[in-house]
């Protein structure tokens, strides 16, 4: 099993342009989360999804597109992309249980 | 909304000294669940706390929730190198009901261990 596997690894940038992270996992797990982590604020929810076809905001979520049209995939989208953006973004995926499982990160540099 | 402070920030220790990192919530917990993260890679679930006074272990880590459930203590026994990464605490957003995938993380605690 693969897990949550995020593409790509690192991305750089430049100011309003677009792209989509990947998110995929293989667990069947219902609940899907993006988060962003930067320097001395720990994880913080941008979108989340509680399944296929629903999807709420976090609480950072400007800026920030998500969809959710398969269980597997949850893809995050910067429309136009800011320095602000700049952050490691993480996915991660729960069940019931308080165990979320976390992709290995997208270093995101907005030049 | 429910806040986690963690401290301290930051930690240096040498080898094989005791250590210990406090996660306190602005509102009543209705789980804590520590992580790890080694620089450069995902987060590792380490254990999860829900009861009111409530301790486990997981080799030489011992992680407690106080019995007012709005503080959380992880310490760690005769530190070694492999224990070096960021600390974090992470509760559901959603006070006292199912998380449904929403956590809400401490800032985190970054842990040197000097050999």
């Known amino acids: 099993n693969a897990g949550v596997t995020q593409t790509p690894k690192f991305q750089v940038l430049k100011t309003g342009q677009s792209m989509t992270l990947q998110c995929a996992q293989d667990?069947?797990?219902?609940?899907m989360s993006w988060y962003r982590q930067d320097p001395g604020m720990g994880l913080r929810l941008i979108h989340y999804?509680?399944?296929?076809?629903?999807?709420d905001q976090g609480e950072v979520p400007n800026g920030y597109n998500v969809s959710r049209s398969t269980t597997e995939d949850f893809p995050l989208r910067l429309l136009s992309a800011a320095p602000s953006q700049t952050s490691v973004y993480f996915c991660?995926?729960?069940?019931?249980?308080?165990?979320?499982?976390f992709g290995q990160g997208t270093r995101l540099t907005v030049v | 909304s429910q806040e986690l402070e963690q401290s301290p920030q930051s930690l240096i220790v040498q080898e094989g000294k005791n250590l210990t990192i406090n996660c306190t919530s602005s509102?009543?917990?209705?789980?804590l669940y520590w992580y790890k993260q080694k620089y450069g890679e995902g987060l590792i679930f380490l254990m999860m706390?829900?009861?009111?006074?409530e301790e486990k272990s997981h080799e030489k880590i011992t992680a407690k929730l106080d019995e007012k459930k709005q503080q959380s203590s992880l310490h760690i026994t005769a530190s070694q190198p492999s224990h070096a990464g960021i600390y974090l605490c992470g509760a559901p957003t959603n006070t006292g009901g199912t998380s449904y995938g929403k956590l809400t993380f401490g800032q985190g605690t970054i842990l040197t261990v000097h050999p």
């Open positions: 706390l829900q009861k009111g006074g």
């Open positions: 991660a995926t729960m069940k019931q249980g308080p165990e979320a499982f």
């Open positions: 999804s509680v399944g296929a076809g629903i999807t």
């Open positions: 509102k009543t917990l209705y789980g």
């Open positions: 667990m069947n797990h219902e609940y």
